[in-house]
């Protein structure tokens, strides 16, 4: 297979049921028939009100939550075999690194599961720690650190093994407008260098200035999917599209 | 096993940057010092009942190293969330667990020897005997029997929500298999019918724990154990500890761990 | 900082335990000053008997070095053999020795276990009696009413270590924490007889007498067997110090409760002999 022919994200008629808590005969359906294609260089926004089924759809990427239907593949290799996971880096949305590490001790660990060799480790991770902006505190257990420093150390390891795709969720959440601009460059440079991002975000004017596609996601299900441009066709910007792709009407309106 | 290795290493590094192993180590030394200095009958060579006590310590201390380390390994890891950015590194399910045992049983080993090593110098300073080797034989089937609860603790802690639980049971279910392990089958043929077939099939199932309790030999007659059964036991013990990884590892590789 | 829930739990037994092991020699000072109700009467009320009986158990299987019957063992409601032992009963001893609790292994995980317990019956000797005493001192100090307590913990102190002081203290505290108890009087005079002090032997047997006779008129049952070691005693004492009449006083009150009056009897008829020799002689002259 060509890698620059194949999608490197391919998700198929993807459905996936929760049961309720507490009732096992009753589900929600978080991903309902969803059809997804990522190719290869491309950005790719992911986008979708609360509750839409986006962190759901990338738990079922990185092989965390079996597809209740459907098919995913990455690189074109199933998701439920963990050498799908080879060569993507991952931010997951809300995590608490071991708070009882340093930034650069848990880069260190990440390295180790990576297989990565000692010099090329020492390298990474001055490289990595600087990029994200954390040379002051990389020292310092991660207990002491802000949640957008800590922000910080999850993009810092998803960069450790120098990905080919990214799939970051929510990337500029709690970050302050220099964080951001820095994940902005960060996500442009590794375009720059062929690699495929694919990202979620609430952050519409983010998404319009650096995303080659955007797909939009509603209850579970695709409701849009195409180029910036193509989405917001007819509309003011994006956010004006998106709000009308997901039914949005102001309550304030008489 | 690099990545084993480096998953483990964070479970050791944890556990020496956590205050309970030194709490437990400084609370265990106190209490055998002001053993030793309480005067008996104005007799300064009695000696038994402060090995004794810091034996007793230093077997307590281990099990709540080991089970508190262990059971809340994988549900921090579920918490805080960092299992997905880990799961989503080239490394199996299986050997996240594999690393997690390996990490809380080394850590373990390292505080049992700080502790044997403490009472060696205790009991040596006012004995002046150093039987190494029954000092050795003791704590290496400690540090086995703690695999298996170690083992047994992990498959736990998929299972039950809190960690706290986990810890609970595990300690009684643990206390319990050391204080009644040998006597079952006696008290199967105390019991009526079918509570009879129930305790003797336990007998027969369960693990073994207190065979590798071996106070009784540092306290009273420093005699060494036989070294073959002490082989088998640790056989023993490797094959309980293979069981529960195992179990454990059915458990975990299917896992659905949004929920 | 997060910690469990087990670490506090363990520190507080820990510092009760340090507290209760520092406090337990001045508890006796406390309970000069409240009889019966001393520390630990005061901590584990009444339950402070079970633990007084561990206690001792304990010192019994520290006796044994560890080769001892568990609850769940048969024999081990007639283990009573620190008794024995300690009231010198050398065959008994042997005997005992031979018994295995243990028996055959039932099965193999028996038998494979047999391997990590102790399986050999020994006692302690030269010298490492001692290693039971902080048993005993619990046992005293949890209930001070175990009279047993007292008159172990002073046959080991005397006949094994040589610590006839600590040995009396011992005894003397038993007394106090019982004063009308004659059993802990005997084993006083006995002690004082083994140090020649035959004096102070004659007073506290007398002593014992009375309180066993002052227990007996109120009524209250108590060991005769007492009273027939303490009569004896005082029989053989005032023999050997030439109050003949006196002794068989003594072997006389003894005959009424002892089990072998006959015995007693040709004792009480050899001392008459010398009782009559000295008179005798100028008689027949
Ligand atoms: N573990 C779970 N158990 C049950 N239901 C779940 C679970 N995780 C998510 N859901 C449900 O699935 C749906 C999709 O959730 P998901 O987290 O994928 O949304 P999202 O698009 O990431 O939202 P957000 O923008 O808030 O992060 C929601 O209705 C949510 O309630
Ligand atoms: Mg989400």
């Not at chain 1, 080659?212 to 195409?226: F, M, N, P, S, T």
């Not at chain 2, 199932?205 to 073959?228: G, N, T």
């Amino acid at each position: 297979m060509d890698p620059e022919t194949t999608n490197v994200i391919e998700v198929k008629c993807l459905t996936v049921r929760y049961p309720k808590p507490g009732l096992k005969q009753v589900f929600v359906t978080a991903v309902n028939q969803l059809a997804l294609a990522v190719h290869h260089g491309e950005v790719f926004g992911f986008l979708g009100p609360n509750g839409a089924g986006k962190t759901t759809t990338m738990n079922v990427l990185l092989g965390f939550v079996p597809p209740t239907s459907g098919t995913a593949s990455l690189f074109g290799i199933d998701v439920r075999q963990p050498i799908a996971r080879q060569r993507i880096g991952y931010l997951p949305e809300l995590t608490y690194y071991y708070k009882f590490l340093t930034a650069e001790e848990l880069l260190r660990f990440y390295a180790k599961i990576f297989g990565l060799s000692r010099a090329e480790t020492d390298q990474r991770i001055a490289k990595l720690i600087k990029l994200v902006g954390l040379e002051h505190a990389s020292k310092r257990p991660i207990k002491s650190y802000s949640k957008g420093m800590q922000q910080r150390v999850g993009l810092a390891q998803a960069l450790i093994n120098n990905p080919d795709l990214l799939i970051l969720d929510e990337p500029t959440s709690g970050l302050d407008p220099l964080g951001r601009m820095k994940v902005r460059e960060i996500i442009q440079r590794l375009k720059d260098e062929g690699k495929t991002v694919f990202f979620s975000s609430h952050e519409l004017g983010e998404v319009e200035a650096i995303c080659d596609r955007v797909a939009i996601v509603h209850e579970g299900q695709l409701k849009a999917v195409g180029t910036v441009a193509e989405i917001s066709a007819g509309h003011a910007n994006l956010e004006r599209a998106f709000l009308e792709v997901v039914g949005y009407q102001s309550t304030c309106q008489p | 096993m690099n990545k084993i290795v480096a998953l483990a290493g964070v479970v050791i590094k944890e556990l020496y940057r956590r205050k309970d192993f030194y709490v437990l180590f400084v609370l265990t030394a106190l209490l055998t010092v002001a053993a030793g200095m309480v005067n008996f009958f104005n007799d300064d060579k009695i000696i038994r009942i402060v090995k004794d006590v810091c034996l007793m310590l230093i077997w307590v201390s281990a099990l709540i190293i080991a089970i508190v380390t262990t059971a809340r390994q994988i549900p921090a890891e579920r918490e805080a969330r960092t299992l997905f950015p880990l799961l989503a590194k080239p490394v199996s399910r299986g050997q996240v667990l594999a690393g997690k045992f390996l990490g809380c049983w080394l850590a373990t080993g390292v505080a049992l020897v700080v502790f044997y090593f403490f009472f060696a110098i205790i009991t040596g300073s006012r004995e002046h005997i150093w039987p190494w080797a029954v000092y050795f034989q003791a704590m290496w089937l400690q540090w086995f029997m703690l695999a298996i609860v170690i083992a047994m603790v992990l498959l736990g802690s998929l299972y039950f929500a809190a960690p706290s639980s986990t810890s609970t049971i595990s300690f009684i279910l643990v206390v319990g298999m050391l204080g009644l392990g040998s006597h079952l089958n006696t008290l199967a043929l105390q019991q009526p019918e079918p509570m009879q077939s129930l305790l003797a099939g336990i007998y027969f199932a369960m693990p073994h724990l207190e065979w590798f309790d071996l106070r009784d030999f540092v306290v009273y007659d420093q005699k060494l154990i036989a070294w073959p059964a002490f082989a088998l036991a640790t056989v023993y013990a490797v094959v309980w500890t293979g069981i529960f990884l195992l179990l454990a590892w059915f458990g975990f590789r299917r896992k659905n761990l949004s929920t | 900082m997060k910690t469990s829930p087990w670490i506090a739990l363990v520190s507080l037994l820990a510092l009760a335990f340090t507290v209760a092991t520092s406090l337990s020699s001045r508890a006796d000072i406390w309970s000069k000053r409240s009889k019966s109700n001393n520390f630990f009467g005061v901590i584990f009320g009444d339950g402070r008997k079970l633990f007084a009986n561990q206690f001792f158990t304990m010192a019994d299987v520290y006796f044994h070095s560890g080769y001892y019957p568990s609850i769940f063992d048969k024999n081990s409601a007639e283990q009573k053999e620190i008794i024995s032992a300690s009231h010198g009963a050398k065959e008994t001893e042997e005997d005992e020795k031979k018994e295995d609790f243990l028996g055959q292994p039932k099965d193999w995980i028996d038998a494979f276990g047999r391997h990590f317990r102790l399986t050999e019956h020994v006692h302690l000797e030269q010298g490492n009696e001692r290693e039971m005493l902080p048993w005993l001192r619990l046992a005293a100090d949890l209930d001070p009413q175990k009279i047993e307590t007292y008159t172990v913990g002073a046959f080991f102190l005397r006949e094994h270590l040589g610590k006839t002081n600590e040995a009396e203290a011992f005894l003397r505290e038993g007394f106090h924490n019982n004063p009308e108890n004659s059993e802990l009087l005997f084993e006083l005079g006995r002690l004082y007889q083994d140090s020649a002090d035959v004096t102070r032997a004659r007073n506290v047997w007398e002593l014992g007498v009375k309180k066993f006779l002052a227990l007996d008129d109120a009524g209250k049952k108590e060991n005769k067997l007492v009273f027939d070691q303490l009569a004896v005693n005082l029989g053989r004492l005032e023999d050997a110090a030439g109050n003949f009449d006196q002794a068989i006083k003594w072997l006389r009150a003894a005959q009424s409760v002892s089990p072998v009056p006959g015995e007693l009897q040709i004792q009480i008829d050899a001392i008459q002999k010398k009782l009559a020799a000295p008179a005798s002689v100028p008689a027949t002259k």
